[in-house]
């Protein structure tokens, strides 16, 4: 018989035979009784835990299931307490005979029950249940062990092909300093299933070859060990001639060298120059840039071009569109956050200056958490407009700070512990206090708002007990603020180089802008649940960040310099599988605002937008172009900027992009308006040949194949000419993949 539990929202088959016949089960662990009697948190709700009744699909969701509910994973151990044994009295528990206490005769199948047979009445969780009801179901003592922490055995497993397992064990540390093989207790799961998989004893089997987790939840705690499986096809061997250029190449071909994976060639110049262009300033080079660059026979001319494009000011235009969006930076007639369109364009324009005037990212953010005063005189406060809604709860503060920061989504603690990773609500609402005395008001100018702090206001109330909750660092201590503006303490801690929680986050986002995903991904969902593919990797850039003072400009070399990012997008037979070591270039669609930028570049000319200055460019428009509507914007997926999830701007490709392109004015516009064409065909002495060559170089930074150049002059034939001639052409290149993607 096949019985089930839950975990998170999914039901899941619980059976023995969920791999082969001769896959290995775990040993019997101790018994789940404690030595000194039954205990409810220790040994009974491990049970509830371990079958799914606390689940969000099941008795642990809001409202509970079928007239009964149980706490979120058991983060409320009293309540849950109360509501089994007392909440309806005599129903649930049977003392006078406790093999019919409702409790037991449901998990049993015996009666009716929605969620099935949990487990059978020899098994050692029915035991477990059974002998606290016989022994009273007595309420733990306040000195009962606590868990303090999970072991995965092993912690890495490394093994070469597919059908191969290995047999898991969970030990948990409990607070008296006790350990106990938790193995039958605890839940599994795979980040990639078709790599590695876990059942629910714990045995691993292998997959295809690859890299991935398996992950362990007891309690409140989630630990992953890396599962590895190498291919078997082949001798491997590593190019002896395959050198690293720096510490990042180092770190990505180790990791590379552990999969037997070989990274791909080295990209052409051709696809170089475009490529560092685009991730740089937001725009293909010109003709004469390309040319230049290509005809240029400096073995270094690649680290040179780097630097100068560093220098120019487009590099500071599209990092203040990036952190524009994730900062929702828009004006209260899209949000109601009560933020004019001033306050707006200040604050956009102080967000480029950091950027031209290379802040450290450190500063860049302290100077915006600690921010207080008039949103006119001092930009930085306009952090405090945009971030919270219209209501301005401390609460969204909070989120969005974490998320902004630490890439953490703390508001899964919200209301019970968070279901995949370490934080509390006890965290939660500690780190919600650093911000509960945050105020705004109005000045005698409506538009105008002012920020500041009190610094006595009352810390954050928690949801189940109504105490108060010091503020309290995410994963730290809780400093004396009493008196003091509780944000100073927080940005400390924060902006600390040795804080890996900011500075990997800080140095993910900026890896994620040049190879189209990030080490986390997405780059602002750090968790235990959610490893990095290379951690390796993650805190060395991460720690170069913070040696490097927050320098981005450094790192952003540093990444531009290493062969990892120069890898060509052409795969080999070893790295086809691969898509998230980098070890070759992907393929990226440009986000939106590049995108028509780029389109206005090849076409030479100006996209308007309505109440901006003529001229400006798509990045370089302060709201993103939401405040007037910008269809083609909307349409490429240019962020919303309603939340701060990176996940806001959107570059995969749709059907209306498509239909838009083809049918669409925008491209068709450009071409028409465009006045390049006619003054290049005005020397006598262009042909087809230098014309077909001038639209691919401006659209593809490329001379065209030969046999696409024999095809189209031929298409071309007498009407060489022709301005007319020469439309449909730009018109295809401008549509082709190779346009709209960078690689």
């Known amino acids: 018989m096949r ?53 969000g699909g099941c008795h642990g969701s809001a409202r509970g299931k079928d007239g009964f509910r149980l706490s979120l994973f058991g983060y409320d151990p009293t309540g849950d307490y109360f509501r089994i044994t007392q909440q309806m009295a005599g129903r649930r528990i049977n003392l006078s005979v406790p093999e019919e206490s409702l409790i037991l005769m449901k998990s049993t199948g015996k009666v009716p029950h929605t969620g099935g047979e949990l487990f059978k009445e020899n098994s050692e969780y029915y035991q477990a249940i059974l002998k606290w009801i016989e022994a009273g179901t007595p309420d733990d003592s306040a000195d009962v062990p606590v868990p303090t922490g999970i072991k995965i055995e092993p912690e890495k497993w490394v093994v070469e092909g597919a059908g191969k397992s290995l047999t898991t064990h969970v030990i948990a540390t409990y607070s008296d300093g006790t350990t106990r093989d938790i193995t039958k207790l605890a839940l599994f799961s795979s980040n990639n299933k078709n790599v590695a998989d876990i059942n629910e004893h714990g045995v691993v089997k292998s997959g295809k070859f690859g890299a991935t987790y398996i992950f362990a939840r007891f309690n409140k705690f989630t630990l992953g060990a890396e599962a590895i499986v190498l291919p078997t096809e082949g001798n491997f061997q590593w190019p002896g001639d395959l050198k690293p250029r720096n510490y990042i190449d180092e770190l990505v071909q180790s990791k590379l060298q552990k999969l037997r994976i070989i990274p791909s060639k080295e990209c052409s110049d051709e696809q170089f120059v475009r490529r560092i262009h685009l991730d740089l300033i937001g725009l293909p080079p010109t003709p004469a840039e390309c040319r230049a660059f290509l005809a240029d026979m400096d073995s270094s001319k690649r680290e040179k071009l780097i630097d100068r494009l560093l220098a120019r000011d487009e590099f500071a235009d599209l990092w203040a569109a990036k952190w524009g969006e994730w900062l929702k930076l828009l004006t209260d007639q899209n949000n109601n956050s009560g933020n004019d369109r001033k306050s707006a364009m200040i604050y956009h324009a102080w967000i480029r200056d950091q950027f031209k005037k290379n802040v450290p990212l450190d500063e860049f953010v302290r100077t915006q958490v600690t921010s207080v005063g008039s949103d006119f005189q001092n930009p930085a406060s306009n952090f405090y407009m945009m971030v919270p809604p219209s209501n301005y709860e401390p609460k969204a503060v909070a989120q969005d700070v974490a998320q902004l920061f630490t890439g953490i989504r703390v508001q899964c603690a919200e209301c019970h512990n968070h279901p995949f990773d370490r934080w509390t609500q006890d965290d939660y609402y500690g780190f919600v206090s650093f911000f509960t005395g945050i105020k705004r008001k109005m000045s005698a100018d409506s538009r105008e708002m002012y920020v500041y702090n009190d610094n006595n206001a009352a810390p954050m109330k928690h949801l189940l007990d109504g105490r108060p909750m010091p503020a309290k660092l995410l994963g730290g201590a809780a400093p004396d603020v009493k008196g003091k503006d509780p944000r100073v303490a927080f940005a400390d801690w924060l902006t600390s180089p040795e804080n890996t929680l900011f500075r990997n986050n800080m140095a993910n986002r900026v890896w994620d802008q040049f190879f189209g995903r990030g080490i986390v991904e997405p780059v602002d969902d750090f968790r235990i649940s959610n490893p990095p593919s290379n951690h390796e990797l993650l805190d060395g ?13 450094r790192l952003v070399r540093d990444i531009c310099l290493s062969r990892t990012y120069q890898t060509s997008s052409t795969v080999n037979a070893s790295n086809k599988g691969d898509d998230a070591q980098f070890s070759h270039a992907a393929l990226r669609r440009l986000r939106a605002d590049v995108l ?42 240019l962020s919303s900027r309603e939340t701060v999830c990176a996940c806001e701007t959107r ?69 060489a000419g022709d301005k007319k001639a020469y439309d449909d052409i730009f018109w295809a290149i401008l549509n082709s993949t190779e346009f709209m993607f960078n690689h």
Do not use: W
Not at 25 to 38: C, D, I, R, T
Not at 543 to 553: C, G, I, N, Q, S
């Open 3 to 55: 019985t089930f539990f839950r975990f998170g929202l999914m039901a899941v088959a619980l059976s023995a035979d969920v791999f082969a016949s001769d896959a290995p089960v775990p040993a019997p662990a101790p018994a789940l009784a404690g030595e000194n009697g039954p205990s409810f948190r220790r040994d009974v709700m491990p049970v509830f835990f371990r079958a799914g009744c606390n689940s």
């Open 651 to 719: 570059n995969e490709p749709t059907f209306g992009q498509t239909l838009h392109l083809i049918n669409g004015s925008t491209i068709q516009g450009k071409i028409a308006e465009s006045k390049f064409l006619e003054l290049f065909l005005k020397d006598g002495k262009k042909n087809s040949n230098d014309v077909v060559d001038e639209l691919y170089i401006r659209a593809l930074s490329r001379k065209p194949a030969a046999d696409e150049q024999k095809k189209l002059v031929e298409l071309v034939g007498s009407q």
């Open 596 to 637: 028509l930028d780029s389109l206005s570049q090849a076409t030479d000319t100006v996209t308007t937008f309505a109440g901006v200055p003529k001229g400006q460019r798509a990045v370089q428009v302060y709201d993103g172009g939401r405040r007037y509507g910008s269809y083609f914007l909307k349409t490429f997926g």
């Open 541 to 553: 850039i991460g720690t170069k960040l913070a040696e490097y003072k927050f320098d981005m400009r």
